[in-house]
């Protein structure tokens, strides 16, 4: 179904007076679906460039002149010691440690005690941290806390957790007991790991690759297509259901993942009322624009004025 894009969405309703709608439609939902994009950890605090960026990559950045995580993510190093040096900073700053605003904690209050589920295109695992239930949780782009065959040789991932942690200790880092890295006064962080660090695939033996999708290699191991089955029941269980969808920093590099198929129930379930939270990017079509309601504000300020309204 093609429906066209309107930009003005109530766009004579003050954000005080859409936060309240929201908190409305939210109170009265039997159902509450969550689509989680890139915008939703970023309002959290985790950035991958500027001093976030520096702070733990100055040193990459200085030789190989990249400006931020993402680029660093797919630079050609030349050799496997270097990629994991950089590859297990990333992890554990944006997997293992806790984003700086306590975002997630706060969407987390606010719908608890609904019948929800959350489908995420983010791959570090902030939900499960922050108190959501992993059976109502599905990463649909992989997790940055798993390693797959670089392969693939076979349809499995594996916990990084233990190996990502020593991998960052052998360049100098530790760790505080909040899970924090930082570098001890006096000591040059090691652009490189040794080798007995490196992860290999324990079947063929060929390098270990994260498990994301980035390419035709991406694994969808028995833990995936349970997560997806899950939620295809939940969407199915619910259609006759006052269900809001709710989407969060969802942007347009994967439209089809959340963003259309929410703007599609939306329009054929009768009961179903949509939600966009994004700063600057808050659209819906103009077929659901008496269904919905968007919101171009920072979300970390929207979820705490409609926690601040229940």
């Not at 791959?123 to 599905?138: A, E, P, T, W």
């Not at 957790?161 to 505080?176: P, T």
């Not at 008496?290 to 601040?308: A, M, P, Q, T, V």
């Amino acid at each position: 179904m093609r429906l066209s894009l309107s930009k003005n969405n109530r766009i004579t309703q003050s954000i005080s007076e859409k936060s309240k709608e929201l908190c409305s439609r939210l109170t009265q939902a039997d159902a509450v679906i969550i689509g989680a994009g890139a915008g939703l950890s970023t309002a959290a605090g985790f950035t991958y460039s500027a001093e976030r960026f520096q702070t733990y990559f100055h040193d990459f950045a200085e030789i190989y002149k990249f400006d931020d995580m993402y680029a660093g993510g797919f630079y050609p190093y030349k050799t496997l010691n270097e990629n994991w040096a950089y590859w297990s900073r990333y992890v554990y700053i944006n997997r293992y440690m806790n984003p700086p605003k306590g975002l997630y904690q706060t969407l987390y209050k606010l719908i608890k005690e609904k019948d929800y589920f959350v489908i995420t295109t983010n791959v570090d695992h902030c939900f499960q941290k922050s108190g959501f239930d992993k059976n109502r949780l599905y990463y649909t782009q992989g997790d940055y806390g798993l390693f797959q065959c670089s392969k693939p040789c076979h349809e499995k991932t594996y916990d990084n957790e233990e190996a990502i942690r020593n991998m960052v200790k052998a360049q100098g880092f530790e760790l505080d007991s909040d899970n924090s890295l930082y570098l001890p006064k006096g000591i040059t962080a090691k652009m490189s790991v040794p080798d007995e660090l490196i992860p290999l695939c324990p079947k063929c033996g060929k390098p270990m690759s994260m498990n994301l999708r980035t390419d035709n290699t991406f694994v969808q191991d028995e833990g995936w297509y349970r997560a997806a089955e899950r939620y295809e029941l939940f969407l199915r269980r619910h259609k006759n259901a006052r269900v809001l969808f709710l989407e969060l920093g969802v942007g347009y590099n994967t439209p089809s993942i959340i963003k259309y198929p929410f703007w599609n129930m939306t329009n054929t379930w009768e009961n179903a009322f949509y939600a966009c939270l994004n700063g600057g990017e808050a659209y819906a079509p103009e077929e659901i624009a008496g269904k919905s309601i968007c919101i171009n504000e920072d979300i970390y300020n929207i979820l705490n004025k409609i926690s601040e309204y229940l």
